[in-house]
């Protein structure tokens, strides 16, 4: 052996022992559906492109994003409160937290579970929940308005400038 290589023998041993984790496709399960498996192979080509070095992604200009916009809704007769006004503040409150909900799922996804019990071929029971986490700054409130005799209507949004940081963020170039 060439004495210049001896200082890269360390690295050639331990390049050896490292495995490369397994592609999506090498990871699918024998009962994977078609869209499963395109699936997997997105996955992959997108890796390959990323391990390639491919060029950073365009940057995105504000006015290229639209708003992104999120309702909240909430009645009145169901808030607590000892007066009629503290109910409908309450009910406004609780819009706005709705429509901040609407905007989180929008920006950050939502995960949902769920869980079906089948007993003698009849459904026992049927559960589903939703769970949002996230952190929005930036929302603005559009409009407040009553929405029936009981109700009350919330419309929040995140300004395009807001959502093109989100974008830009989400692709490294903040």
Known sequence: MRPALLPMLPVIALSACVQAPPTATESL????????EQLAEVKDNLDAADRMNAPPP????????RPLKGLGFAQIAGQPGK??????????????????????????GIRISASTTVRDAVVQDDSLSAVVQGTLRGARTL????????????????????????????????
Request: aromatic share 2%; hydrophobic share 40%; proline share 3%.
């Open 29 to 36: 399960p024998l009962s994977a559906t078609e869209t499963t």
């Open 143 to 174: 409009r407040v308005s009553p929405s029936g005799s009981d109700s009350y209507e919330v419309e929040m949004v995140l300004d395009r400038e807001t959502v093109a940081y989100i974008v830009r963020a989400l692709k490294g170039q903040v």
């Open 58 to 65: 365009a940057a995105v200009a504000a006015s290229e994003v």
């Open 83 to 108: 007066t009629q006004n503290e109910k409908r503040l309450m009910a406004i409150r609780a819009a706005r937290m709705d429509a901040l909900r609407d905007l989180t799922e929008q920006v950050h």
